[in-house]
């Protein structure tokens, strides 16, 4: 069973930085797929950024050019590197795990319809 956590959430000024992490225990292999999803109050979850096993990125619209997405195999953590923070990307944050270490081809907008595992979520608060 792989267990996600999720760390470095916070509150922070528009035009800040917030570096998020996602340490995964539990796993024996590489997962096809990892990402990062929101939810903010009232509205639905968004994927947020996306990267497979070869190091390919994807990215909401919303989130290019300020957010990064990068994995550390060794240390089995994903991070979510985020700059430029704008108001309207308060929202708790979720990191997700494909349960599969094949399959097709992996981007944020695709993720949501995979096997998934989840972390329990980081608070994110931007203020104006």
């Known amino acids: 069973q792989v267990q996600l956590v999720e760390s470095g959430g916070g509150s922070v000024q528009a035009g800040g930085s917030l570096r998020l992490s996602c340490a995964a225990s539990?796993?024996?292999?590489?997962?096809?797929?990892m990402g990062w999803f929101r939810q903010a109050p009232g509205k639905e979850r968004e994927g947020v950024a996306g990267i497979d096993k070869f190091g390919s990125t994807t990215y909401a619209d919303s989130v290019k050019g300020r957010f990064t997405i990068s994995l550390d195999n060794a240390k089995n953590t994903l991070y979510l590197q985020m700059n430029a923070l704008k108001p309207e990307d308060t929202a708790m944050y979720y990191c997700a795990r494909d349960r599969r270490q094949w399959g097709p081809t992996c981007t944020i907008a695709t993720m949501p319809r995979r096997p998934l595992d989840w972390g329990q979520g980081t608070q994110v608060t931007v203020s104006s």
């Open positions: 539990g796993a024996t292999y590489r997962s096809i797929c």
